[in-house]
C-alpha cells in the first residue's frame, strides 16, 4: 500500500532553515507528482509546493516563494522540502502528498515550529 513518511522537522529560530524529507513506497514514485501541505492550529490544511514527475514543472504557495525549494530523488523514492528563512508564521504540521487514481494520500505529518 501507499505509504508516505515525513522527517526532519524540529524546532528552529526565526531565519533559521530546515530540510524536510518524504520517504515514498508502494506506489511507482518516478509517475507521481508530489506536494507538500501544512496545517497550523486552527487552520486548513494549504499546499505548499509541488512538484512535476521529471521535476520539469513546480508550484509554490506565495508565502513560501524565494525561501522554500522543492526537489525529488526518484532513485531514492524521496521528496524533499528545503525551507530557508524561516518565520513564525511557517509554523505548521508539514504533510507529504500524492494524488493517484483519484485518491489523496498523506503522510502522518512533521511538526515544524519556528520559535525564538
Known amino acids: 500500500q501507499v505509504q508516505l513518511v515525513e522527517s526532519g522537522g524540529g524546532l528552529v529560530q526565526p531565519g533559521g532553515s530546515l530540510r524536510l524529507s518524504c520517504k515514498a513506497s508502494g506506489f511507482t514514485f518516478s509517475q507521481a507528482g508530489m506536494a507538500w501541505f501544512r496545517q497550523a492550529p486552527g487552520r486548513e490544511r494549504d499546499a505548499v509546493a509541488a512538484i512535476s514527475l521529471k521535476n520539469s514543472v513546480t508550484y509554490y504557495a506565495n508565502a513560501v516563494k524565494g525561501r522554500f525549494t522543492i526537489s525529488r530523488d526518484n532513485a531514492k523514492n524521496t521528496v524533499y522540502l528545503e525551507m530557508n528563512n524561516l518565520k513564525f508564521e511557517d509554523t505548521a504540521v508539514y504533510y507529504c502528498?500524492?494524488?493517484?487514481?483519484?485518491?489523496?494520500?498523506w503522510g502522518q505529518g512533521t511538526q515544524v515550529t519556528v520559535s525564538s
Open positions: 502528498n500524492t494524488h493517484m487514481s483519484g485518491s489523496d494520500y
